[in-house]
């Protein structure tokens, strides 16, 4: 090295010699890690054409311009890059970086080659940016920038590791003396890689500068001496190769045996963990049976005769000390349920004289058996009865869609490289589709929308909360089966629903917006009740499950009461995404409020465990007023049926160890107030679809250019041609992407000349700030109906 030194400064005067001495300026110091800045200018790009910037030692900051492959089209673009805090990043331009980021990439996992003097390779799982500098010294220093951003990026997620292990202090201390001397080492060994490395590279620099000099016109004497030099550059490169090879031998052995003693070490502490809390919900169960039997007062403490009717049913054997029918019942809630016990009573028999239940919650029993009483009418087991649809002429629709083909795909294939990512924004073939759009999914809530028209003929804001609670669980049950996600609405699409001669309501949908993809949705109906909402789905993949979590409030106003609800969605699941049978499942609370009366009724989705005895998809809650006191409490499944149980009295049980007290209701019988439709005849083969479903994208007259049943992808799908579809959906996805960064231009031009851009706006609907929540939501302007009578179109754009 001495040597090549000296070759340096004798030779300043040729051109050769002066790019190496600029190559070797271009490294930084390996001992302050300080990082050169490129100019953030569009012409002062670094290297020979701007010279080299000035920059804040030490900036952890790296930025300039690079070009980067596109495609076979359009080659190279060129883009500005910014290197930070471990991430490369990229943008068109310079104005993109306060609003729009076009890609990144994380270094710390990433993989770094130069493919020739010019270019750079970063490659991190599946995704791979091929980048090209202006000149072999620009290279070199992004690529020094680079390899020391990704050492301190791996140096910076294991000391996030290590501080994450401090949340279990007994578990760390176990592996402290596994992992320590393993970090240790292994840290020493990626900073003696990364040093290595460099010099490796810098070495390959010196021996292409040493070769071009043996081609210079120069003294024999100095031709040998520069073949010496030559060899002992390649001499330094095996060695540097070698050394590198093997200290990576050695982290990878290193490496693997840790990964190994972890995996165990973290195995052994699940099983222990699940085999806690197993016995501790078996202790939990026991303990909350022995004092359901001893704190419900009323219940006899003396020996119970034995019922073969129902799993835990208990019979007073002494009728003076108890004012309950002998056929009384009780089921007890898991701890995960809502903490109350239902005690079932026979109203024939029930006396309210001498009860020792504390009164507070009281009712009458023979408001409960009115001949005329809505949840009377609703306890009708007959399908027609109960939808009323044989009392209105109906237009014939179609009963069947043609069978879904049986394709295979290879599903790992596609989705190993979305863990983690935004699912409306990862290209999906057709195949995990079913023929239907999320606004015709969103319009599927109103199949049981005689709910909503029993509900309007309740006197009582608590009875006509249980008819609103029903509605919100019945919309959950078409979901049972359906595994397939739906088309992703282009922005602007819509989809009318018109049922308002036979059914009573018309209902529209149109989406907001694109990123995030929102929906508004406005019901009228006739009946009495206007629905609306602006959904928001937020998804994520997680390797073996999908969660989907609605963004939104959902309001329902009745039109003579003037009562206003408002409650949210639940979380749903879709289990098994890689291995095994795709399952749904709904988690979570709903809190529906009236916020007229201030009635509340809180219902719990408990999630599937496979340790719990409760009924899969079982749906729990209780109907309050705005004073607290407890009127109906609701039970059920969310793929079944929902019933309803009117509170005669409530009383306060004994506290658990846990300090929860758990509230004892004595209820008249359930009334059933939703039940599901049986699916249509073949539905297994239809994409499980619901007789409202199937109907749902069947082609229409007069409807807006813009509705969903005039989707081409679709279409082809539901027809059964998915080859012809997917090819459709690449085409409308593309047209749709030309036309946002049509607008990012706009916006990126109003911005420059120093106007404000509003961006897209809906064609039917207007943000507007809710005056019960407080949010700013989409609702309906009005519009639609009049254009589609007038068949005026002319404000909707061409999407598809």
Not at 188 to 197: A, H, Q, R, Y
Not at 214 to 230: C, H, M, Q, T, Y
């Amino acid at each position: 090295m001495g040597k090549a030194a000296a070759l340096c400064g004798g030779g300043g005067t040729t051109t050769t010699t002066r790019g190496l001495v600029s190559l070797l300026s271009a490294v930084p110091c390996l001992a302050c890690h300080e990082l050169p800045a490129m100019s953030a200018e569009p012409g002062g790009r670094g290297g020979p054409a701007g010279g080299p910037p000035a920059a804040p030692p030490g900036s952890d900051t790296y930025k300039g311009w690079l070009f980067k492959w596109t495609n076979y089209l359009k080659g190279y673009q060129r883009r500005w890059f910014v290197l930070s805090n471990g991430l490369l990043s990229y943008y068109r331009t310079q104005a993109e970086m306060a609003h729009t980021c076009r890609g990144t990439i994380n270094l710390s996992t990433a993989h770094i080659d130069t493919e020739d003097s010019c270019n750079i390779v970063l490659s991190n799982g599946g995704r791979t940016y091929h980048l090209k500098a202006n000149s072999e010294v620009e290279r070199q220093r992004w690529v020094t920038a680079l390899e020391l951003a990704k050492a301190k990026a791996i140096r910076m997620r294991n000391n996030q590791s290590d501080d994450s292990g401090d949340e279990e202090p007994a578990s760390q201390s176990d592996k402290s003396e596994l992992h320590g001397p393993l970090k240790t080492l292994s840290s020493k060994l990626e900073d003696l890689s990364t040093c290595n490395e460099l010099i490796a590279k810098h070495g390959a620099a010196l021996q292409r500068s040493l070769s071009e000099l043996e081609n210079l016109r120069l003294p024999p004497d100095s031709g040998e001496k520069i073949k010496a030099v030559n060899e002992r550059a390649t001499l330094f490169r095996i060695t540097s190769n070698a050394m590198i090879n093997a200290c990576r031998d050695f982290l990878d052995l290193a490496e693997s045996h840790s990964r190994k003693w972890q995996r165990l070490l973290q195995h052994e502490r699940e099983q222990r963990i699940r085999l806690e809390e197993t016995i501790e919900q078996l202790a939990k169960q026991h303990n909350s049976l022995e004092r359901a039997c001893r704190g419900a007062p009323g219940l006899a403490a003396g020996t119970a005769s034995s019922s073969g009717t129902a799993k835990g049913s208990v019979q007073s054997a002494k009728g003076e000390a108890s004012d309950e029918d002998e056929e009384t019942e009780y089921f007890d809630a898991m701890e995960d349920a809502p903490a109350f016990i239902t005690v079932t009573a026979d109203p024939k028999h029930h006396r309210r004289s001498g009860s020792n239940l504390s009164g507070a919650s009281e009712g009458h029993p023979e408001d409960w058996n009115l001949e005329d009483s809505v949840f009377e009418s609703s306890n009708q087991s007959s399908y027609n009865e109960s939808t009323g649809k044989d009392l209105l002429p109906r237009k014939r629709r179609r009963t069947r869609i043609p069978d879904k083909p049986n394709y295979s795909l290879n599903l790992w294939s596609i989705m190993k490289n979305c863990i983690g990512k935004e699912l409306s924004k990862i290209p999906m073939p057709v195949n995990f589709n079913e023929p239907l759009s999320m606004l015709q999914r969103l319009t599927e809530d109103l199949e049981y929308h005689e709910l909503l028209d029993k509900a309007v003929k309740c006197e009582s804001s608590t009875e006509q909360m249980c008819f609103v609670a029903a509605f919100s669980v019945s919309s959950y049950s078409t979901t049972v089966h359906r595994t397939a996600k739906p088309f992703n609405p282009l922005l602007g699409e819509t989809f009318e629903l018109d049922r308002l001669e036979e059914l009573g309501f018309r209902s529209l949908c149109e989406q907001v917006s694109h990123h995030p993809p929102a929906a508004a949705h406005h019901v009228y109906s006739r009946r009495g009740w206007t629905l609306w909402q602006e959904i928001t789905i937020a998804s994520k993949f997680r390797g073996k499950y999908l969660s989907i979590m609605p963004l939104g409030a959902i309001h329902l106003e009745f039109h003579s009461s003037g009562n206003h609800y408002v409650w949210r969605k639940v979380t749903s699941t879709v289990h098994n995404i890689i291995v095994g049978k795709l399952w749904i499942d709904q988690s979570g609370e709903i809190e529906i409020v009236n916020h007229k009366s201030k009635d509340k009724c809180q219902l719990k989705f408990t999630p599937y465990s496979y340790f719990s005895r409760d009924v899969p998809r079982k749906v729990t809650g209780v109907v309050s007023d705005a004073d607290g006191k407890a009127h109906y409490v609701m039970s059920g499944t969310w793929d079944e049926k929902m019933e309803c149980s009117k509170i005669l009295h409530s009383s306060h049980g004994s506290t658990s160890t846990e300090g929860k007290q758990k509230t004892v209701y004595q209820t008249l019988s359930p009334k059933v107030l939703w039940r599901k439709y049986p699916l249509p005849e073949n539905a297994e083969n239809m994409y499980f679809f619901s007789e409202l479903a199937l109907t749902l994208n069947e082609p229409e007259e007069r409807v807006a250019p813009t509705d969903s049943r005039l989707r081409p992808d679709q279409r082809l799908m539901e027809s059964g041609r998915w080859d012809e579809a997917n090819v459709e959906k690449q085409r409308l996805e593309e047209k749709q992407r030309a036309v946002r960064r049509r607008r990012e231009a706009e916006a990126v031009e109003a911005l420059e000349e120093g106007k404000d851009y509003e961006g897209y706006i809906p064609l039917w609907f207007e943000r507007k700030v809710d005056a019960v929540t407080g949010e700013l939501i989409c609702v309906y302007k009005g519009g639609y109906w009049e254009a589609k009578d007038k068949q005026d179109w002319s404000v909707c754009p061409d999407i598809f």
